[in-house]
């Protein structure tokens, strides 16, 4: 048995819980624990425990067996746009919540230390008063997500007083670095592009970002500290950037041209507003700093990176990633070769299927905006197999009894997914690829971000698909997406092709 003490981290998959996992098995000074729903894997350096979704009934005790400190990144941050269900009913159920179960649990099972990772979002959007957020600032969350980790850090902090457990909340700002997706990810891409992005003169304004080591470094500081026990941090770099000053860090990072746009702050805000886009124009133009002396003096922890060079570093890692994200070679020329030939192939079949499809519904085709590669939106064309009433949602969350009888019969032989061979010769999809999800998915939308599946062109049939794998399960789908990207190559092209041909796995499949 070892003496160290061990840690059960959670989120351990995201883009903060990896970077934490990394530097604990890196430095070896604790045992650890992740908690992961799917364990397709077994480790040396970490002890991997199933649990399943966060919620007020998920059972921890497996998890926290010999567990002194909890450090807790997992959280809900989207919701599906969902009219029927309340966003912050949503983010409760999981950020307040399943928190606090999991936090009530650790303490009657003697976890000494819990350490939540909040959000600056407690605090609110922008300091415009021209002062930074302190420790001591009264909260003002603006947004669901923001109240339901306001209100987790409330409970928190009312266990702490009723029982032995010691509770750590941390507010990091904007947090980047290696592999970061989102929004830092989209400036590095359009700026690597060349796109005369129109925020350069966004120069007056100032925001504190986070580098992703000084925040783990930060993490492992409160572990065992003292001093950290039930108290309140914000954290940052040590170096505020405006918007102009952050692009040109990234161009020096890319090794190109900064081509910002010189418009006025003032000209970007009226127009974002006149098209409801004000608290976009908020988080480019406006300015939200904190203030770290409190983890400064309290806690004596510095941060080790200065932002400008960790942008740099940041932006270099992006650049190095697209060349092995590209496309398999040859896959293009393939796919525009198999496409026009099944279509010529095919093309009794498709005016077949056309004309019963007028009979069957009145309207043969179905077309559906789809996310494509970089996120971008393309209209994806199948056969309809379901009645044109039918609400445009994930095919998973669709009842079997909306499909057609010419449906049932274009499903089971794969027909229905023949028209989209227009989309893979058009260079919007390839026959091999990420199935494309709908831009209401955001839970889909975010594993995937953060497995980067969207760097590659989405396709008719893949890996997951003959695995069985379909949009109900976000984070095994992404994952599998991604090993397949990862593997691709002419033997598994071919493969996958001819799997599905012969009728192995499914495209979007119905429950």
Request: net charge positive.
């Amino acid at each position: 048995m070892s003496n160290k003490h061990r840690l059960l981290l959670t989120g351990a998959t995201g883009f903060v819980g990896s970077a934490i996992q990394k530097r604990i098995v890196a430095d070896g000074s604790y045992d650890l624990t992740i908690a992961v729903r799917n364990v397709n894997e077994q480790s040396d350096a970490v002890r991997i425990v199933k649990v399943d979704e966060l919620t007020t009934s998920t059972d921890w005790s497996d998890a926290l067996k010999s567990v002194d400190v909890v450090v807790h990144t997992a959280a809900r941050v989207h919701v599906m746009n969902d009219k029927s269900a309340d966003p912050l009913t949503e983010f409760r159920k999981v950020n307040v919540e399943g928190t606090l179960n999991l936090a009530r649990q650790a303490a009657d099972a003697g976890v000494k230390r819990f350490i939540f990772i909040s959000s600056i979002k407690v605090n609110g959007e922008g300091t415009e008063s021209g002062r930074p957020y302190t420790a001591d600032s009264k909260p003002n969350p603006t947004d669901p997500y923001g109240i339901s980790k306001y209100e987790a850090e409330q409970s928190l902090l009312k266990l702490a007083e009723t029982t032995p457990l010691e509770v750590v909340i941390i507010r990091p700002t904007l947090v980047y670095g290696e592999n970061v997706k989102g929004n830092f990810q989209s400036l590095m891409k359009w700026t690597y592009k060349g796109v005369p992005l129109p925020i350069g003169g966004i120069k007056k304004n100032l925001r504190s970002l986070v580098y992703v080591d000084n925040l783990v470094d930060f993490i492992v500081t409160c572990i065992e500290h003292k001093n950290a026990k039930n108290e309140v941090f914000l954290i940052s770099d040590d170096d505020d950037i405006s918007t102009a000053s952050l692009l040109e860090e990234i161009s020096k990072g890319l090794g190109v041209k900064n081509k910002a746009v010189n418009i006025p702050a003032k000209f970007i805000n009226t127009a974002a507003s006149a098209i409801g886009k004000s608290g976009v124009a908020q988080r480019l133009s406006g300015s939200l700093q904190v203030d770290i002396s409190k983890a400064k003096t309290l806690l004596g922890w510095e941060p080790k990176y200065s932002t400008s060079a960790s942008i740099q570093k940041t932006a270099k890692h992006y650049k190095s990633s697209l060349a092995t994200s590209q496309s398999m070679p040859l896959q293009r020329s393939l796919d525009i070769l198999f496409s026009v030939t099944g279509l010529v192939v095919a093309s009794p079949l498709l005016i077949g299927a056309t004309a019963i499809g007028y009979l069957d519904t009145g309207s043969p085709l179905f077309i559906q905006e789809r996310v494509g590669k970089d996120q971008k939106p393309f209209r994806l064309i199948k056969f309809r197999t379901m009645k044109v009433t039918t609400e445009s949602v994930a095919s998973h969350l669709v009842d079997t009894t909306s499909i057609t009888k010419l449906g049932k019969v274009l499903r089971k032989t794969k027909l229905d997914e023949l028209p989209q061979l227009i989309n893979v010769l058009k260079g919007e999809m390839s026959l091999v690829g990420p199935r494309p999800n709908l831009f209401n998915q955001k839970d889909l939308i975010e594993a995937r971000e953060e497995m980067g599946v969207y760097d590659v062109l989405p396709g008719i049939t893949g890996l997951a698909q003959l695995n069985g794998i379909d949009m109900s399960t976000p984070e095994r789908l992404a994952k599998k997406d991604k090993e397949m990207i990862d593997t691709l190559n002419l033997k598994n092209y071919f493969s996958y092709i001819v799997s599905t041909a012969l009728g192995k796995g499914s495209g979007d499949a119905v429950k």
